[in-house]
């Protein structure tokens, strides 16, 4: 094969994926479209417990996902429920840093 044909391959490779994933994404916002579930709300809310507050400030104090730690924090001291997806960070920055 010469250059000009593996780069014609490649191509043509590379926009059959993506019209795959083109109509993947417009069957599932048409699935979404018709679902009655809340996706904005699907984790639920939740109030941050001590635990998870002192994860938040040493993460915050390490620069990892600093907006995610304060959002946590400034939850925990209002006693706030506060979005399922950003205590799942903390709680994933939790079980790295365990000695398990």
Not at 5 to 18: I, M, S, T, V
Not at 35 to 52: E, L, M
């Amino acid at each position: 094969m010469t250059p000009e044909q593996r780069a014609a391959k490649l191509e043509a490779r590379k926009q059959r994926e993506q019209a795959a994933f083109e109509r993947k994404m417009a069957q599932l916002a048409k699935k979404r479209e018709k679902s009655k579930f809340d996706y904005a709300t699907a984790g639920g809310a939740y109030i941050p417990t001590y635990a998870q507050f002192l994860a938040a400030v040493q993460m915050e104090k390490a620069g990892i996902n600093v907006m995610q730690a304060i959002a946590l924090q400034g939850a925990f001291l209002a006693q706030t429920q506060l979005s399922h997806d950003v205590i799942h960070v903390v709680n994933e920055y939790r079980r790295s840093c365990s000695t398990n």
